[in-house]
């Protein structure tokens, strides 16, 4: 099985295991090799302990052969050679053998130490043998030895400490994945509740730890996002019951007028059928044309970016659409941004529509630039449109950008209005990473676009256009 196939449990208890075990045997290791390092200088000073003894005899003359014994605790083979390089005495157990060693320490130096490794001692294997030089009428060399030692010097130590390392081993990895599974118990939990959530109850939310760690921001992060999901549901089922309110309404109107036509079809004015039929089909075009927009917008699409001219945009609109309030212009010249053209003058006619619908008899449309905003560092282009109407209450102004939202419970339609103009305008705000909002104003609805422009020279302009009132 692969391993990030395996569980997290598993995972963390198998590195943990690893890493512990890991450092079990390093220790192990370090410990038994200081061991063996302590000991092995604890026999090197024994034997040259021995050699001493056998060195002080040569010193003194009383040299025999075979050496003579030595005390109990002492027992190591020595060889004594003359200044010719014969051997002159050994003890007991190296008697009649070569020389079990070629060294001689080096001057001014009287002792060296070397491991030797061949069959000249009885044990066989390797030795640590010491070699020391006396002076008496020639160099002398006494060398002594003693069996190396193994690695793990003490078998009893090392059973120790494999079945320590085995058992730390096993009780850190136990700990590990009962830790692990105590700290993941709260993601089976939301896990768990998770899988019980559906389409038809959002309202349920995720356990929320008590301990504020990784696993308590994760589930305040899912309820956060349960929540938008439930808003985001919410608002597509809303929108989908207005999307067919507003194409039931006109497509109802055109079904009763054909079907009236249709049971007195020789007394039907042609000319008057098509000019009661055509407002419900207009209206059914805007629903309809709206919607593509708003999808097309929720889709991504491009926005090709142009220079373009807001004051010249905003006369352009006015001389475009038939106006039915008198529209005061109050514009700076050459304020220029970046954007698609297209959508601009599409935001700007729906909220000149918008104030067209709402005004009482007159709609002021104000051009300006303005300093001060952090957010654009070359200044930003200030579009107002003001209407002289009702207004729209302080705590109803974020509902106006909501799609097909109306500020009346009764739903009726509002002078031709479909509830989709504001929130296109605003995306297409946000679109040319901009923003629209309302703001405070004595009398009426102030609407506000802010756009990101370079700052450029300009003269503020006042121009009025009238239309009659319908």
Not at 59 to 73: E, F, K, S
Not at 98 to 103: K, Q, T, V, Y
Not at 173 to 179: F, I, N, Q, V
Not at 359 to 372: F, I, K, M, Q, Y
Request: net charge neutral; hydrophobic share 45%; glycine share 6%.
């Amino acid at each position: 099985m692969k391993l990030e196939n395996c569980s997290i449990r598993a995972r963390v208890a198998l590195f943990v295991t690893v890493a512990v075990s890991m450092l079990c045997i390093a220790f192990s290791i370090v410990l038994l090799f200081a061991l063996n390092k302590m000991a092995t200088g604890n026999l090197t000073k024994e034997v040259m302990a021995v050699g001493e003894l056998t060195a002080y005899d040569v010193d003194h003359g009383r040299l025999v052969n075979p050496l003579p014994p030595i005390p109990q605790n002492l027992i190591r083979p020595v060889q004594v050679v003359d200044p010719q390089g014969h051997v002159v005495a050994a003890t007991r157990d190296l008697q009649h053998r070569p020389l079990m060693a070629h060294f001689t320490p080096k001057s001014p130096r009287r002792v060296a130490t070397a491991v030797v490794c061949n069959s000249v001692l009885p044990s066989g294997g390797c030795h640590i043998v010491v070699a020391q030089q006396v002076y008496r009428d020639g160099d002398w060399t006494v060398y002594s030895a003693a069996p190396t030692l193994p690695f793990f010097v003490y078998p009893g130590l090392a059973a120790l400490l494999v079945a320590g390392t085995s058992l730390f081993t096993g009780a850190v990895a136990y700990g590990a994945r009962h830790t692990a599974s105590s700290s993941l118990r709260p993601v089976d939990a939301i896990r768990a509740q998770l899988d019980h959530i559906r389409s038809t109850n959002l309202g349920r939310r995720v356990p929320v730890p008590k301990v504020k760690d990784e696993i308590y921001r994760l589930a305040r992060s899912v309820n956060e996002t349960l929540d938008r999901l439930e808003h985001m549901l919410e608002q597509q089922r809303r929108f989908c019951a207005d999307a067919s309110h507003e194409l039931r309404t006109p497509i109802t109107a055109i079904r009763v007028q054909l079907e009236d036509a249709l049971l007195a079809a020789e007394d039907v004015d042609l000319s008057k059928l098509c000019d009661d039929v055509l407002p419900s089909v207009e209206r059914l075009q805007s629903i309809t044309t709206g919607l593509l927009t708003l999808t097309r917008f929720d889709a991504g699409a491009s926005c090709p970016r142009q220079p373009v001219d807001l004051a010249e945009l905003v006369a352009l609109e006015l001389k475009s659409h038939q106006v039915s309030r008198r529209v005061v212009l109050q514009l700076t010249p050459g304020v220029i941004v970046n954007g698609d053209r297209a959508q601009l003058r599409q935001l700007l006619c729906n909220l000149i529509q918008n104030a067209q619908r709402h005004a009482s008899s007159t709609v002021t449309v104000t051009l300006r630039r303005e300093d001060g905003d952090a957010r654009f560092a070359k200044g930003v282009a200030a579009l107002e449109v003001l209407d002289d109407g009702a207004g729209i209450a302080l705590d109803q102004r974020e509902m106006v950008f909501q799609r097909f939202a109306r500020l009346d419970s009764a739903r009726s339609r509002d002078a031709g209005g479909i509830g989709l103009g504001l929130p296109i305008a605003r995306l297409i705000a946000e679109r040319h990473e901009g923003t629209l909002t309302i703001r405070d104003s004595d009398q009426g609805a102030c609407f506000v676009v802010r756009l990101p422009l370079d700052p450029q020279p300009g003269v503020a302009v006042t121009m009025e256009t009238d239309a009659p009132a319908t």
